[in-house]
């Protein structure tokens, strides 16, 4: 990207709407969610019931897939910066993620379907940074928490109905796993169409002859500001391991395996509801005060989850978990976003979820071994632990700020 020079990008007048594009990214988000999920929200039984995975199997390949995912961004952020264009990167991802939806029906081994987890999570890491970094280009400032809460929200809703389908197909197939991965297909390659017919990308000017933004000075001149949303998001996500120990958990509750995907729809109609509204919160109140809300939420989830022996308290955890995902991703998106020059953006949130990644894999593999040594209750309170490790993390930044001023 250029050194030394910001980007300016064309944008529709400033107004109070969300712009046509960001709706588009959303309603992309929705589709492929409800093709990821149709498999996710079910494959955690499906390795452990008919391939004979064990919970600490499940959590490495969810923490090797996951945090591939969040790692590759960063090299995808950065080549959006570099050529200037973010779409055919978003296109190639979310591309490579329906490709993959084949593979976990026709899958006879863990092998397989660890590859085919593994090339979905490519996809979306390649896709994830230049999405991220659109609409943050088509959003103006103003409403700028408002655009990632929509965002966030059409992800979700796409997040809860895909396992919502999966219950029913399980239902009408008798618990056939893999005819319901079969549809799966379906609205991955429509996702796919929707972002290739649907979306204008905006337009950029360059001034000067672009450069590989992933260089010691292009990191130099990203703000303290920026670094300190970086670090606080690694805790974050160390404090919240993969979702398919959530899967797991409500299994262990005694409800039918049918069922089970219910508590993905739980938490994922709780995350949509609250989203957007959380998202508008934040372009008027304090970022920081936000994310400890979302914190003591996601506290008070972990020791639902971990006391809990009624489906019941299980089904309350995982709403929590919900609302502090919808309290929590859209804001730290905007931070990142606040924070990091323009023509960096794309390069700031492959960065951001490098680090994110590293703790992704760390939290699952961690959280497979304390299920495997201790039981289910031990991986909730260690949640829980690290969730106040990024209160008291907060807590001191505030207090240093204080002092500063």
């Avoid at 703000?223 to 670090?231: D, H, M, N």
């Amino acid at each position: 990207m250029q050194s030394g020079v910001t980007e300016t990008r064309t944008y529709n007048p400033p107004s109070k709407s969300i712009p046509h594009g960001v709706w588009v990214l959303g309603f992309v988000s929705l589709l492929m969610d409800v093709s990821s999920e149709l498999i996710h929200s079910l494959l955690p039984m499906f390795m452990v019931t008919t391939l004979g995975a064990s919970a600490l199997e499940v959590g490495w390949i969810e923490g090797i897939a996951e945090s591939t995912a969040l790692i590759i961004k960063v090299f995808s952020g950065a080549l959006s910066d570099y050529l200037g264009k973010r779409k055919g990167l978003a296109v190639f991802g979310y591309a490579l993620a329906a490709l993959t939806k084949p593979l976990f029906a026709l899958a006879p081994t863990i092998g397989v379907v660890f590859a085919a987890r593994l090339l979905d999570r490519i996809g979306k890491g390649v896709r994830g940074a230049p999405r991220d970094a659109l609409v943050a280009d088509l959003s103006p400032p103003e409403i700028r928490g408002a655009a990632f809460g929509l965002r966030q929200a059409l992800d979700a809703v796409g997040a809860a109905l895909g396992p919502l389908l999966a219950v029913g197909f399980m239902l009408i197939w008798a618990d056939h796993f893999r005819t319901v991965f079969w549809v799966a297909v379906i609205p991955g390659a429509a996702c796919v169409l929707l972002l290739v017919f649907g979306l204008r990308e905006p337009t950029s000017t360059q001034k000067v002859k672009r450069t590989i933004p992933i260089r010691r000075e292009s990191l130099r001149r990203m703000p303290a500001s920026y670094w300190w949303v970086v670090g606080i998001g690694a805790v974050f996500t160390l404090a919240r391991f993969s979702e398919a120990f959530l899967i797991l958990r409500t299994q262990d509750s005694g409800i039918p395996i049918a069922l089970v995907p219910l508590a993905i729809v739980a938490m994922n109609l709780a995350f949509s509801v609250s989203a957007y509204p959380f998202g508008k919160l934040s372009d008027h109140m304090s970022h920081q005060a936000l994310l400890a809300l979302g914190l003591v939420m996601l506290i008070a989830a972990d020791l639902l989850l971990a006391m809990g022996q009624h489906w019941t308290i299980i089904t309350a955890g995982i709403l929590l978990w919900g609302v502090h995902l919808g309290a929590t991703q859209g804001l730290l998106a905007t931070m990142v976003a606040n924070a990091a020059p323009p023509h960096l953006r794309g390069t700031a949130y492959g960065f951001f979820n490098l680090v994110s990644g590293v703790a992704m894999l760390f939290a699952s593999v961690f959280a497979g071994l304390l299920w495997e040594k201790m039981g289910a209750a031990a991986t909730f309170y260690a949640g829980a632990g690290f969730c106040a490790i990024a209160l008291a993390t907060l807590a001191s930044h505030s207090l240093a700020g204080l002092r500063s001023s």
